[in-house]
């Protein structure tokens, strides 16, 4: 965890809302991945609040605030569109390494679900990230049914590049996000569902 994560003041009692009920956790061999609660702001900090983390991220490390206010559009996602954003834990020790998960957006005007994924530093190089969005794809492919999830990646991110390459995705393009001023590339991964 980061010096300023220890710093940080995070108010469970804001995040009650954000308890969004019982869905089948996903196991590998080495992670759980639920559904997020009202707990997890706390372990997040060391993910969403840490500068190294959001290093390719817009809106960089995010405050408490802002860690709360994540959790809760992840909950009204989840409901609306059941496109789950879970978090990872390691199954021995039950900790919160990071969260893994599938995000509604618009590329370039088309509506897509993204595969997403963070991870705290010190969980970095395990494979984790490439074993947690195995399963995750599994679960979209299979029991969401969707033929198509992709993953918008910084040119500069080599390792979630990399970890797009091992889940077998396939680079189709650059695009601009809006208000961007470089392309970010945008990975695919096709299969059917039966
Ligand atoms: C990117 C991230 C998710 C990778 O997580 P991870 O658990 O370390 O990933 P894995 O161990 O499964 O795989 C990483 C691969 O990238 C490689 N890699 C890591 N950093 C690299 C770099 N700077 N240049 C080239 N390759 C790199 C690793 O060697 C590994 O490949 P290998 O198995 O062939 O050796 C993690 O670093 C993270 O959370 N970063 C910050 C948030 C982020 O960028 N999220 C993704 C947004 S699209």
Redesign the pocket.
């Known amino acids: 965890m980061t010096e300023s994560s220890h710093d940080l003041d995070f108010n469970e009692e804001s995040a009650d809302a954000v308890d969004y009920g019982a869905t089948t956790p996903l196991t590998t061999e080495r992670l759980t991945l639920r559904l997020l609660d009202t707990t997890d702001g706390i372990p997040l900090q060391a ?1 969403l609040g840490d500068p ?5 991220s817009d809106d960089g490390p995010l405050d408490n605030a802002k860690i709360d206010g994540w959790l809760k559009q992840q909950k009204q996602q989840y409901e609306t569109s059941g496109h789950p954003v879970m978090a990872v834990t390691d199954r021995e020790s039950g900790e919160v390494i ?1 969260y893994c998960g599938l995000f509604d957006c618009v590329i370039d005007e088309v509506s897509e679900v993204e595969v ?4 705290s ?1 010190a ?9 947690a969005a195995a399963v995750m794809l599994d679960y979209a492919h299979r029991n969401l049914g969707l033929n198509r999830v992709v ?4 040119p500069g ?4 590049q ?2 797009a390459e ?1 889940l077998g995705m396939a680079y189709e393009k650059d695009f601009m996000m809006p208000g961007y001023s470089y392309p970010d590339r945008l990975y695919v991964s096709k299969r059917s569902a039966s």
């Open positions: 993910v190294d983390v959001m290093k390719f990071g997403g994924f963070r991870f530093s969980n970095w190089g395990k494979g984790y990230a490439t074993e993953a918008m990646i910084d991110n080599e390792g979630s990399r970890v091992k």
